[in-house]
T-cell receptor, first 116, second 116 residues
Framework: KAGVTQTPRYLIKTRGQQVTLSCSPISGHRSVSWYQQTPGQGLQFLFEYFSETQRNKGNFPGRFSGRQFSNSRSEMNVSTLELGDSALYLC???????????????FGAGTRLSVL | AQSVTQPDIHITVSEGASLELRCNYSYGATPYLFWYVQSPGQGLQLLLKYFSGDTLVQGIKGFEAEFKRSQSSFNLRKPSVHWSDAAEYFCAVGSNYGGSQGNLIFGKGTKLSVKP
């Protein structure tokens, strides 16, 4: 079974631009979560989508948004990029329902975003 | 609020020596606890998890962790470290609060270096 796939792996953008990152979950998984990883703040939860609905959201500004499609693929968008948005963005997928014991999060390799 | 503390930012051990990485959590209910490992430029790989039951859990690559409720700890151990274990290790706590199961709170990580 294929794992979580994130595209692209690397991105370079300039301040003020916007960017869209993509995540394809493991087949059969309906929950997709996004995390931001930086050296200073570590791993921080951005948001979770389940069945095309945002189910939970972290403490990030409205410039960060996401969506999920009917096939469970998810995208996240960052508008008006700032230097501080440079980070590794990780996507994780899980079944999303049922017993918590069955809802292990499996991570993709991430998208490395550099904002110049 | 939920939180995870990994007191050691960087640990160096000799190959073949034993290893213990510390993790303390703050959570009001029964926590779901995880250890993930991240190699440079990669995503997170699940090493092991604790949901309930036996407080000593076994994981992949010869790792184990012990849940101690009285100390709010979930320390990771390995009896004999291999050079390939050099990576960054993250402890995380999860919940199913409000039906959302896709929100993990991570510690800041412990970077493990292995001396030959």
């Amino acid at each position: 079974k294929a794992g979580v796939t994130q595209t692209p792996r690397y991105l370079i953008k300039t301040r003020g631009q916007q960017v869209t990152l993509s995540c394809s979950p493991i087949s059969g998984h309906r929950s997709v979560s996004w995390y931001q990883q930086t050296p200073g703040q570590g791993l921080q939860f951005l948001f979770e989508y389940f069945s095309e609905t945002q189910r939970n959201k972290g403490n990030f500004p409205g410039r960060f948004s996401g969506r999920q499609f009917s096939n469970s693929r998810s995208e996240m968008n960052v508008s008006t990029l700032e230097l501080g948005d440079s980070a590794l963005y990780l996507c994780a997928s899980s079944l999303g329902q049922g017993a918590m014991t069955k809802n292990i999060q499996y991570f993709g390799a991430g998208t490395r975003l550099s904002v110049l | 609020a939920q939180s995870v503390t990994q007191p050691d930012i960087h640990i160096t051990v000799s190959e073949g020596a034993s290893l213990e990485l510390r993790c303390n959590y703050s959570y009001g209910a029964t926590p779901y606890l995880f250890w993930y490992v991240q190699s440079p430029g990669q995503g997170l790989q699940l090493l092991l998890k604790y949901f309930s039951g036996d407080t000593l859990v076994q994981g992949i690559k010869g790792f184990e962790a012990e849940f101690k409720r009285s100390q709010s700890s979930f320390n990771l151990r390995k009896p004999s470290v291999h050079w390939s274990d050099a990576a960054e290790y993250f402890c995380a706590v999860g919940s199913n609060y409000g039906g959302s199961q896709g929100n993990l709170i991570f510690g800041k990580g412990t970077k493990l270096s292995v001396k030959p």
